[in-house]
């Protein structure tokens, strides 16, 4: 047989295992929650640092709504609860790099987010409020009266609440925080008039700082429903976290975790 017809064959016979070793390669990772199921465990994106929903305590624990939430959640798939713990504008970067499964941190629904994952929920809705010293502050009832060069803001990077200051109040101060708890810090040292955050996180700050003369604005400017976020191509987990959201409604769970952690002071000592 001619050499050169004998190399031609001798590709034909390999190419089919050339093409599976490529295919190989390029296979794309499990679903969702077929990972898992196979891994055992359910990791859960959050801050630790937006009480009373994701806080940490004096040990180094994670704790809050949110927390509490996550850990049925892992329990009602049979699966271990691991936090994956980061700065809230980092946490949708992390979901979509796929070093997490969910994203559960007082994350609000917006269509900005729903363009890069999808919401499970609304499993709380809360709204934009103030924290501050100035009794004035906490009695405005109207968003527009705070838009003003006098006005100094804090808010935390990437939330909602900076978007809501960008755009309701473009000339009022804005300041960026990395943590809410800086953020409060200012607000008490008196660095800036007022800090832009959830209802529930405002009085928390109330709760827990009682000697700073803190007040949380009586007037709720935004509805913000918050959601479970999981990436747009894990619809099975998605719906999976729908119905046990549901049932935990349903049963009377829900409502029972929130009014422990927005209204039962006890747990406010364990923080660090």
């Known amino acids: 047989m001619p050499p050169r017809r004998l190399h031609t064959r001798a590709i034909a016979a390999t190419l089919p295992l050339l093409l599976a070793g490529c295919s190989w390669f390029s296979r794309p990772p499990p679903a969702a929650l077929t990972r898992i199921v196979e891994s055992g465990e359910l990791r859960i994106a959050t801050s630790g640092e937006q009480p009373p929903l994701s806080m940490t305590s004096r040990d180094g624990q994670l704790l809050g709504l949110d927390v509490a939430l996550s850990r049925v959640l892992a329990r009602s798939m049979a699966v271990e609860a691991r936090f994956v713990q980061l700065p809230f504008a980092k946490l949708l970067e992390a979901l979509e790099k796929r070093e997490a499964d969910i994203v559960m941190s007082g994350m609000t629904i917006t269509p900005k987010r729903a363009e ?28 527009s009266d705070l ?58 700050a109330v709760l827990r700082h009682p000697e700073a003369g803190l007040f949380a604005s009586t007037s709720t400017f935004t509805v913000e429903p918050m959601g479970i976020a999981v990436r747009l191509d894990a619809p099975r987990l998605a719906n999976l976290i729908q119905t046990y959201l549901n049932a ?25």
Do not use: M
Not at 149 to 155: S, W, Y
Not at 258 to 271: I, R, T
């Open 147 to 204: 838009d003003s060069p006098e006005i100094r803001l804090a808010a935390l990077e990437g939330s909602t609440s900076e978007e809501f200051v960008r755009h309701t109040l473009p000339r009022a101060r804005l300041s960026l925080n990395k943590r809410l708890e800086e953020a409060i810090d200012r607000v008490i040292s008196g660095e800036v008039d007022a800090l832009v955050a959830d209802r529930e996180t405002c009085q928390f």
């Open 248 to 272: 935990l409604a349903e049963s009377g769970a829900l409502e029972r975790a929130q009014a422990f952690w927005f209204k039962d002071p006890s747990w406010v000592k364990d923080l660090r």
């Open 116 to 143: 890069r994952v999808a919401f499970v929920g609304p499993y709380y809705t809360s709204g934009k409020t103030l924290l501050t010293r100035s009794p004035e502050l906490a009695l405005v009832s109207v968003a």
